[in-house]
């Protein structure tokens, strides 16, 4: 058996091939497929089957054009709904890879078409060697059951379906029995992912919080309380997951763009997106766009501002960061770049038009501020948890991604602060603080990790 997991840092997700005797099967693929199709060539394979767990909210696959490019015929669980050709399977069929068996089950509860996939090898022992869980079960930690209220199901429904999935079927497995599911630490799709990528139904029955012997309705009141945001691009990718994302080659090559072309369609609504690191954003750059740093989780952070339908002008460093922030923002169904800033910041300097600047502040000289009763205002964006588990004093805890739909009225002479983990995040929401119109804005040099590294005080809650 030929086996290799495929991980994708920027939106946390794993996807998998599996080969023997000449064919292989991709389970959960990401958008852009070449990947698969080299290590399926250097192994001498052909892609027989392309399975996905669940129509997928937070990435666009590319389950359709690795279908198209090799002839593969596409899995989906039963309930749901592809509109392009494809095998719908149920409870207990199966598909054979080579001397491979794969059984699929269905788990609801993330999703209602949700299925996880038992892999057999006839050599190995009657035994599943390992189950592929999509967003049903993580490595400590289980899907979300509240992405899908909108299409009939409230939360609490699929947590019940979701308990009975975990209990009913996918505990039911030996311990030995390896888990692979298709996110790690940092995506949405859950709240406490383990940064670990390979487990066993045993090590997730004895330490996975979620899978502890507890009521049903204990388990439900558990999954449905102090969820975070929905991002505003999930049912837009789950849609075009179901109907079926064209083929990447497709998207035109966004053109270079001079900074009076870039004016004028910033003029006519188009969206400046500083992709470059946050020091340089802060150094120098337009006025009023939104800025991201490439690294990171790039992708999910840009689909959660960013309106499929926005015009987007990128500012970059190089042409390959431009390359590169097209890939990653078509992974989230953003497809309409349409240019980028020739020559960069400096162009746009020398070309005469406005840069702006953001001060920046180490974490040491905001804490002597604090201390001297300076009236700065400091807003934390990280997530509720993180803030709990400790942060500066006399902050108020806003999390990044509700922060757009706040309205801050400005004190003339109040500077706000903004501060995260590490400082990537806390760009972002100076970015967006600055398109709401404000001013006085203040990035904190690496963020808590700084704080709490420099041994200032530490509040934690609870």
Known sequence: MHFKTFYLGCLAQASYLIGSKGEAVVIDPQRDIEQ??????????????VVETHLHADF???????????????????????????RAVADGDEIKVGMLSLRFLETPGHTPESISILLFDPTAGSRPLKVF??????????????????????????AGMLHDSLHGKLLSLADEVEVCPAHGAGSLCGRSISRELVSTIGAQRANNYALQPMPKDEFVRMMTSDLPEVPAYFPYDAEMNRTGAGMLASLPEPPALSPWEVAEKVKNGALPFDIRAANDYCAGHLRGGLAINLNGQFASWSGTFISPDAEVILVADSKDQVVEAVIRLARVGLENVAGYL????????????EVVEIPQITVEELSRQMRAGGHVRVLDVRRPGEYAAGHAPQ??????????????TPVSDQPIAVM???????????????????????????????????????????
Request: charged share 20%; net charge neutral; proline share 2%.
């Open 133 to 158: 869980t999509g967003d049903t079960l993580f490595i400590g930690d289980v899907g979300r059951p509240d992405l899908v209220s909108a299409k009939g199901h409230t939360a609490a429904e699929m």
């Open 420 to 462: 995260c983990q590490s400082g990537y995040r806390s760009a972002i929401g100076v970015s967006l603080l600055e398109r709401q119109g404000l001013s006085n804005l203040v990035n904190v040099i690496g963020g808590f990790q700084a704080w709490s590294g420099a041994g200032l005080q530490v509040v934690n809650e609870g």
């Open 342 to 353: 020739e020559g960069g910041i400096e162009a746009w300097k020398n070309a005469g038009f």
């Open 36 to 49: 698969y199709l080299t290590e399926a060539d250097a192994n001498g394979l052909r892609i027989k089957y």
């Open 395 to 408: 902050v108020e805890n806003i999390p990044l991604d509700t922060l757009i739909r706040r309205r801050f």
């Open 60 to 86: 666009v696959s590319g389950h359709r054009e690795l279908a198209e490019r090799t002839g593969a015929e596409i899995v989906f669980g039963r309930r749901a709904g592809a509109t392009f050709p494809h």
